[in-house]
């Protein structure tokens, strides 16, 4: 099994995981954050974002990610977010409210912005202003072995 393969798998696991995460804590009666509100919108954000995250990075392959993948990891969770809410809607002492939509789709598209800056500095390995031991090596300099594997150049 390739790197790549393995980090896929854990990937549509923890996405499969953290759906069904949502839906138990969906279908308990009761509001879970009626005496401490600010946990309610700290989990609707944090649950969504783990969501979204994971679910891009089962979507998408390796390298630079395509703008394709990040609308179909939006739609996806967002949709989600929407179905949470409609299923809360038939439990016994819970309802549907649009400022959970609103929170989850915030923590979605935080992830969304924080995937592709991992992404992005992930795909781009050594950025000019950086002389790594490998590229010293190509470059031939005379570098002492004990400095630290990256250093900005001055």
Not at 46 to 57: M, N, S
């Amino acid at each position: 099994m390739t790197n790549l393969f393995k980090k896929r798998i854990a990937s549509i696991i923890f996405t499969i995981l953290l759906t069904l995460e949502i839906f138990f804590f969906s279908s308990l009666s009761g509001p879970p954050g009626a005496k401490f509100p600010m946990i309610s919108i700290a989990y609707h954000f944090i649950v969504f974002f783990l969501l979204a995250f994971f679910l891009l990075a089962s979507i998408n392959g390796k390298g630079k990610i395509k703008l394709k993948y990040l609308i179909i990891a939006t739609i996806i969770s967002v949709l989600y977010a929407f179905s949470d809410e409609f299923h809360q809607s038939f439990v016994p002492g819970r309802d549907a409210g649009i400022k959970d939509i609103l929170t989850d789709s915030a923590g979605i598209f935080s992830s969304i912005l924080t995937y592709s800056y991992i992404n992005k500095k992930s795909t781009n390995k050594n950025p000019p202003h950086i002389i790594s031991f490998s590229s010293r090596k190509k470059m031939k300099m005379n570098m002492p072995n004990n400095l630290p594997g990256n250093f900005p150049i001055i």
